[in-house]
């Protein structure tokens, strides 16, 4: 079995807000070896595959990364370097009138791709808004488990330190919460803005640096998934995740990047994928 495999095996697994989902027990590979998926046992909810493109091994955990981010990453950049194809093709014609029939051959494919993008934006809005709902419910349950305990707690049924255990926990699960809706309603307010008409109002190299900044998970894990030799998962620095559980060798917050293009969305994962390996191809 391959080092990169053994990385995973027997590790504890969270989520990228830092709450708890498993343990790692095994791996599941396809003909050629390479892995396809982790099998995590999570308790009573039995054993889960996580899909490998989807997982981070991070010091002694597993940091699992949702399949929303993901997609949505993904559509924005995509998006971003079709707009701003566009609006060079029209700078090129202003420029250029004898090169208009040359322009608009390509000007369609172009238009063709954005017509095809906003019908995935439809499906990751649809998803985006299901997590919400998710997560909205998540919140309501965590709060009844907080409210039952402060009752418990003046009826005497339980002491201030079990209440005050109970507090923290609580809030710990609250703040998971709230981090993955803000980061999730950033998202839907970054799909909505990106138009034409916004793109053209911005500079190109403003458009490059948002694209610069996002972080490129996918094709970081595609390519290590790829070359399993030639990256060590383990090289990438600590996690900065919500919990007591979690150590870091260094108490550094996420660089704050572009204020008006890299919104709170953007978290500890952007400044753990090495920048080898988050090249966007276009």
């Known amino acids: 079995m391959s080092e990169l495999k053994l990385e995973f095996v027997g590790k504890q697994v969270k989520d990228m807000y830092g709450t708890f989902i498993g343990k790692v027990i095994g791996i599941v590979t396809d003909i050629d070896g390479s892995i396809e998926s982790v099998g995590v046992d999570c308790g009573s909810s039995g054993l889960k595959h996580l899909a490998y493109e989807q997982l981070l091994v991070q010091g002694d955990y597993v940091i699992y990364i949702p399949r929303w981010r993901l997609d949505a990453q993904k559509l924005l950049r995509q998006k971003n370097l079709t707009l701003m194809r566009i609006k060079a093709l029209k ?58 305990a402060k ?3 003046r009826s005497n049924e339980i002491t201030e330190d079990m209440y005050q ?26 799909l909505t803005q990106q138009t034409l008409e916004n793109n053209a109002i911005s500079t190109v190299s403003d458009a490059e640096s948002t694209v610069r900044e996002m972080p490129a998970t996918e094709s970081a894990l595609q390519q290590q998934q790829q070359q399993e030799g030639s990256v060590s998962r383990q090289n990438i620095a600590p996690p900065q995740i919500v919990g007591k559980n979690v150590t870091s060798s260094a108490e550094e917050k996420p660089v704050e990047t572009h204020a008006d293009d890299v919104d709170k969305e953007t978290s500890w994962l952007n400044q753990v994928i090495p920048n080898n390996n988050s090249e966007i191809s276009t």
Not at 100 to 106: F, G, H, P, R, V
């Open 151 to 153: 009752l418990q707690h």
């Open 165 to 190: 255990q109970i507090s923290i926990h609580t809030n710990e699960l609250m703040e998971h919460i709230n981090l993955e809706k803000s980061e999730i309603n950033n998202v839907k307010t970054r």
């Open 91 to 148: 700078d090129i014609v202003a420029e250029n009138d004898s090169m208009k029939d040359d322009a608009e051959l390509i000007y369609i494919k172009y238009e063709k791709r954005l017509n095809d993008l906003e019908k995935d934006e439809k499906y990751v809005h649809e998803k985006l808004h299901e997590r919400l709902n998710e997560l909205d419910k998540e919140s309501k349950d965590v709060k009844a488990v907080l409210f039952d």
